[in-house]
């Protein structure tokens, strides 16, 4: 299994609409073979990460390759809500405990 992140630092001000365009969105996963889980996570009003489960490596990767990630990602960020790019972290599972 692999962990998927995407950490956003966001302007002062635009965590709602940032929030609200992550619930608004067709996110097309639920579609995607290998696709376990999608979390969005907040750590204050400006650092917010984007946490996906994966079976592989590969069905992660086959998912970027894919229309359905073309169609989600183009509905994009709100204008002006980035204070710099996001920073995509692929993690492998090395343990997990439930």
Not at 33 to 38: A, D, N, V
Not at 64 to 70: G, K, L, N, V
Request: proline fraction near 4%; aromatic fraction near 14%.
């Amino acid at each position: 299994m692999v962990i998927v992140m995407n950490r956003f630092h966001l302007n002062a001000g635009a965590g709602e609409a940032f929030e609200s365009r992550w619930r608004e969105r067709r996110s097309y996963l639920k579609t995607v073979p290998g696709f376990i889980r999608f979390r969005l996570l907040k750590l204050d009003d400006t650092h917010y990460s984007s946490y996906g489960e994966w079976e592989s490596e590969s069905a992660f990767d086959a998912w970027t390759r894919s229309e359905a990630f073309r169609k989600a990602h183009g509905q994009g960020v709100p204008p002006g809500a980035l204070a710099e790019g996001p920073k995509l972290e692929c993690w492998e599972v090395v343990l997990d405990e439930a």
